[in-house]
T-cell receptor, first 111, second 114 residues
């Protein structure tokens, strides 16, 4: 697989606001996954979007995928303090056994 | 409860003293993997295993060994640890490899080598 590059590196918002983070990648993908990591803990899978999908929802999460621009975005609506975490994307190339994670976006939600 | 467990969670050791970090999953997953996480470098894959007795190198395999004798276990072995292996280590598993299934991560092992 290939490394996704998350942007911004850090984001600070007030509780109740929406948080948007982006992921760019370089080559064609089979799917793209988003993960969350609370400080020092293991990553937790949030959502997977396939290359033939453009948008996917899960609760307060909305993920979009634009394969022509090789980019994805993760929107968290009505953020809560508990959403404070690092968020990582993982673009998955078909047939690969390697997963590559970038440095993530550090989101801080202020109460 | 479906989970990936790692032991120990915290370990302080000295240079050159062999150690093993265990990883076990109870989901009958074929694919298992080890990562290390360092500030500013993200998660980097050390080794992965597609199934029993099938392993391959990730991006940073130097100084590490693995084995997969049983489906549920995937231990990480540091034969002669050095201070540059001080890091936070994660084990992960998924149903299969090669098709982009979601990964389930363990809680992490914080290793300090002095």
């Amino acid at each position: 697989s290939q490394q996704g590059e998350e942007d911004p590196q850090a984001l600070s918002i007030q509780e109740g606001e929406n948080a948007t983070m982006n992921c760019s990648y370089k080559t064609s993908i089979n799917n793209l996954q988003w993960y969350r990591q609370n400080s020092g803990r293991g990553l937790v899978h949030l959502i997977l979007i396939r290359s033939n999908e453009r948008e996917k929802h899960s609760g307060r999460l909305r993920v979009t995928l634009d394969t022509s621009k090789k980019s994805s975005s993760l929107l968290i609506t009505a953020s809560r303090a508990a959403d404070t975490a690092s968020y990582f994307c993982a673009p998955i190339t078909s047939g690969t056994y390697k997963y590559i994670f970038g440095t993530g976006t550090r989101l801080k939600v202020l109460a | 409860e479906a989970q990936v467990t790692q032991n120990p969670r915290y370990l302080i050791t000295v240079t050159g003293k062999k150690l093993t970090v265990t990883c076990s999953q109870n989901m009958n997953h074929e694919y298992m993997s080890w990562y290390r996480q360092d500030p500013g470098l993200g998660l980097r894959q050390i080794y992965y295993s597609m199934n029993v007795e099938v392993t391959d190198k990730g991006d940073v395999p130097e100084g590490y060994k693995v084995s997969r004798k049983e489906k549920r276990n995937f231990p990480l072995i540091l034969e002669s640890p050095s201070p540059n292996q001080t890091s936070l280590y994660f084990c992960a598993s998924s149903v299969k490899g090669g098709q982009g299934y979601e990964q389930y991560f363990g809680p992490g092992t914080r290793l300090t080598v002095t």
